[in-house]
């Protein structure tokens, strides 16, 4: 059985956590990290390394906007240690892209609208990147039930699943329809620092 | 941020040094397996261990192994993913594998194990919230507090038994075996639990669970069947497994256990009875749908109304039986 601690005082831990050093291989680079034992690898990559294109939402599993890819699968980086990331090949939305551009992905999310607010973008990003890592093809029951631990509150999800499958086609090397152009917003895209107000 | 408070981190790499670890740090000291439980109770403040013990590190708790008996052994830290990606367990236990891939999301799937699923703590809407909610309300019973929020005036705690694992592994005749530095025993899945919403193992605190242990299929046909608001995320708010046995069409032996309705999983004894020597048409499963009914007792602590929620035991016994047929 789990013990039920003493919530409302500090465990004596939590005064002193003696931090470890670590290599942790993010984005196919080491970095030589510092940080205490009790850090989740969200903690680490944003308040540490500086990598805050990884959200935190709810910080409980229950949203998947902290995605990242490790070791070719997805994980929750708000439910894993980063001390236990040692070894491993952790890939987070900053490492998508390449010399060569955006990652299809990337594009795809950009070319569909695929966000709107963006908040869950990333985590999104990771998990369909694990997935089509290692299904080239899949189909959109797959895609659906493979991103089934991602919420967002914005998009839907129809255009999420569209991008995926255009990422997908271009990652197969098949040609795309051109992606719809402003004129689907309904007229002209403002000019840029021109604010624009709804009624 | 929710942040974890600090501990203490061990990484054993047996399980003879994992039980020696729980055992020399005491009762402020846990096992975490993928975390996907205990980290987000620790978040919230439930637990504080002083000590964690991580089996990562235990490559020997991982995978499975068929027997040519045709018995099969799941190590402890077998992941869910691992375990749905199986395409023989899906095959020859697709009533254990259904329930394995209900389980909350596909990327919590590839962290958590079957190990964490079978002894994962109770639930209740009371106290899976976090400090500040929890102090808001005085605290419960389960957690710091002296009152239950559920049954107020009640003595004991009814935080629900949730794991979808379970049902299905008490009715395949599953057993669990744990270490500890006493030496090992073996038991059956069914005897982990105790109706309590505090104290809902009967494992000690330096006890491992090391293996889940399932018997040949033989003739046994079964199924589960999970109540839930959405089609992912979400724990069970009634979990059925049945399992049956046929002697010709005649029922020789039937299991029918339940999860998300007390604070451990529910075994139907006198549904399971009422089928024996019958054939399972419509009016039977309906039957035994009645009976098994009347032993469940919903609280108002879960997701969904609880009288509804015990009116869905019928429905989902019933259905249950003739999809297990
Ligand atoms: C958003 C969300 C949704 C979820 N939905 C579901 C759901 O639908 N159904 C469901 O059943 N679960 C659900 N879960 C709970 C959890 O993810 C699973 O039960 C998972 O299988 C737990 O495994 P774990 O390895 O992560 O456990 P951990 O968190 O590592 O451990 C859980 C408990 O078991 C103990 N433990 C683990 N392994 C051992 C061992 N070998 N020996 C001794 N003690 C051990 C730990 O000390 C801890 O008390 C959900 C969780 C979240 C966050
Ligand atoms: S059943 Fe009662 S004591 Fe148990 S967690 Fe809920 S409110 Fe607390
Ligand atoms: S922040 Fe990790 S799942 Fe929500
Ligand atoms: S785009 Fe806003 S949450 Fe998904």
């Known amino acids: 059985m789990s013990p039920h601690g003493n919530a409302a005082g500090k465990p004596a831990a939590q005064k002193r956590a003696k931090k470890v050093t670590l290599t942790l291989r993010v984005n196919g680079e080491d970095h030589e990290v510092l940080f205490a034992p009790h850090k989740t690898l969200l903690e680490v990559l944003r308040e540490e390394m500086g990598l805050t294109g990884t959200k935190h939402g709810c910080e409980l599993g229950e ?34 892209s390449t010399a060569k551009g955006p990652h299809p992905l990337q594009e795809a999310f950009a070319d569909l609208n695929a966000a709107q607010c963006g908040y869950c973008t990333p985590g999104f990003l990771c998990a369909s990147k694990a997935l089509l890592d290692r299904n080239p093809s899949p189909t959109r029951e797959q895609i659906r039930d493979d991103l089934a631990g991602n919420l967002c509150r914005c998009t839907g999800y129809a255009k999420i699943f569209e991008a995926v499958e255009r990422a997908a086609a271009v990652m197969r090397g098949e040609p795309v329809p051109p992606p719809p152009g402003n004129e689907d917003l309904g007229g002209a895209a403002p000019a840029q620092g021109e604010v624009t107000r709804g009624a | 941020m929710m942040r974890l408070p600090a501990f203490k981190y061990l990484a054993p790499h047996s399980v003879a040094e994992t039980v020696l670890m729980l055992s020399s740090e ?50 402890a830290s077998t992941t869910l993913m691992a375990l749905e990606r199986d395409a023989r367990l899906k095959a020859e236990r697709p009533a254990l594998w259904a329930a394995v891939r209900s389980i909350s999301t596909p990327v919590l799937r590839t962290m958590g194990t079957i190990g964490g699923n079978v002894l994962l703590d109770t639930r209740c809407n009371y106290y899976d919230q976090n400090l500040e909610w929890r102090r808001a309300i005085n605290n419960c019973l389960k957690c710091e507090g002296d009152t239950c929020w559920t049954a107020p005036g009640s003595d004991r705690c009814w935080a629900v038994n949730s794991s979808d694992s379970v049902p299905v592994l008490i009715a395949l005749g599953a057993r669990a075996r744990l270490s500890s530095p006493r030496g090992h025993r073996e038991v059956p899945v069914e005897s982990l639990y105790r109706d309590d919403g505090i104290s809902y193992l009967t494992k000690d605190h330096d006890e491992v669970l090391t293996e889940l242990v399932l018997p040949p299929v033989g003739p046994w046909k079964s199924h589960y069947g999970k109540l839930r608001r959405r089609g992912t995320f979400d724990f069970p708010v009634l979990g059925v497994a049945t399992a049956l046995r046929f002697d010709g069409d005649r029922v020789a032996e039937a299991r029918i256990v339940l999860n998300g309705v007390g604070s451990s999983p529910l075994r139907c004894t006198e549904a399971e009875g009422f089928l024996l020597g019958k054939r399972i048409d419509p009016e039977t499963a309906k039957a035994a749908g009645e009976i098994a009914f009347r032993p469940a007792k919903p609280l108002d602590n879960t997701d969904f109304e609880n009288a509804w929620r015990k009116k869905m035991v019928k429905v989902y016994v019933r259905d249950g039986l003739l999809a297990a047929k």
């Open chain 1, 63 to 96: 949203c998947g906007t902290c995605t990242v890819v490790v070791d070719g699968e997805p994980m929750l980086s708000c439910l894993m240690l980063a001390v236990e990331c040692d070894g491993r090949e952790i890939t987070t939305v900053e490492g998508l």
């Open chain 2, 26 to 75: 005491g009762p402020g000291a846990t096992v975490v397996a993928g975390g996907t439980d205990l980290y987000p109770n620790m978040k919230r403040r439930h637990q504080v261990p002083k000590t964690v013990v991580s089996l990562r590190r235990v490559a020997d708790l991982r995978g499975t192994h068929a027997g040519a008996d045709g018995s099969l052994r799941i190590g």
